[in-house]
């Protein structure tokens, strides 16, 4: 099993920055894909940003492209998304997911799920 703890959420004003972080602990990998997630109220969850852990290649949603910035540092077994130029759209609660495979956008296509952290930008 693979333990996802998601933390760096909070209230930011439209304009402004956070980081998140992912930490993986439990059965941990050196392949697979690292992914954002989020789902804002009343909508369904939506791919943000993923990293293969191996070669760091990524991708993203049109939405934050040129804003959200994900990495990982292997040594941590931590992953991070940088997200600037936050906008009232972006609130929402942020899931990290992991999965051995490379994956891309698809839920369905993560094992592992974190419990979450709250981003909320005010206008």
């Known amino acids: 099993q693979v333990q996802l703890v998601e933390s760096g959420g909070g209230l930011v004003q439209a304009g402004g920055s956070l980081r998140l972080s992912c930490a993986a602990s439990?059965?941990?990998?050196?392949?697979?894909?690292m992914g954002w997630f989020r789902q804002a109220p009343g909508k369904e969850r939506e791919f943000v940003a993923r990293?293969?852990?191996?070669?760091?290649?990524?991708y993203y949603a049109d939405s934050v492209k040129g804003r959200f910035t994900i990495s990982r540092d292997k040594a941590k077994n931590t992953v991070y998304l940088q997200m600037n130029t936050l906008q009232p759209e972006d609130t929402a609660i942020y899931y990290c997911?992991?999965?051995?495979?490379?994956?891309?956008?698809?839920?369905?296509?993560?094992?592992?799920w974190g419990q979450g952290t709250q981003v909320t930008v005010s206008s």
């Open positions: 990293i293969t852990w191996s070669g760091g290649s990524t």
């Open positions: 439990g059965r941990t990998f050196s392949s697979g894909t």
């Open positions: 997911a992991a999965t051995r495979a490379t994956a891309w956008g698809r839920l369905g296509q993560y094992d592992y």
